[in-house]
């Protein structure tokens, strides 16, 4: 079984500050890395999808870059809003037509 | 499109009891999965499929068996239910051969007694 692993568990910030957050996954084999974001009573949706060695991806205020070599992947809120508060994860897959593995998840609570 | 779609949204059955999660979707999407939330543990895979005819298991396949006829379904069977398996169920779609962005349905809430 792959080990998916996310770093914090649960954050707290207030409105205006910038975070980041970790993923940890096997670097043997890389086929891809998302990033979705989960909001309570809701589906997760995706932000980002990487499948290159040093992808960086950017949508508004959220970033994410991708190390394939050493396994780890970073996402970015700059000027945290209190809409950012969810549950932010990672599913990591090894190679095509096999399993997709989500990570725990990252709870961001942004305080007004 | 409506996208992934989900049936029923509710369930309440008693221990030992058997049902079946249904999940469909209209996007002509090869790759299909099941999930379910645990608390503090995120999504865990349960079953997946490549294709109709093709199917795997995941993280935590015990309990559960899938089919895949068609592109288009790929419902999840609970063989006799157990407490254990009280919990939000997902099913998620994606084109294969690609990135695998998933699209998730919008979850079965289902409680055993």
Known sequence: ILNVEQSPQSLHVQEGDSTNFTCSFPSSNFYALHWYRWETAKSPEALFVMTLNGDEKKKGRISATLNTKEGYSYLYIKGSQPEDSATYLCAFMKTSYDKVIFGPGTSLSVIP | ?113
């Open chain 2, 1 to 113: 499109n409506a996208g992934v779609t989900q049936t029923p949204k509710f369930q309440v059955l008693k221990t030992g009891q058997s049902m079946t999660l249904q999940c469909a979707q209209d996007m002509n999407h090869e790759y299909m999965s099941w999930y379910r939330q645990d608390p503090g543990m995120g999504l865990r895979l349960i079953h997946y499929s490549v294709g109709a005819g093709i199917t795997d298991q995941g993280e935590v396949p015990n309990g559960y068996n899938v089919s895949r006829s068609t592109t288009e379904d790929f419902p999840l069977r609970l063989l006799s239910a157990a407490p254990s398996q009280t919990s939000v169920y997902f099913c998620a779609s994606s084109l294969a051969g690609t990135t695998y962005e998933q699209y998730f349905g919008p979850g079965t809430r289902l409680t055993v007694t």
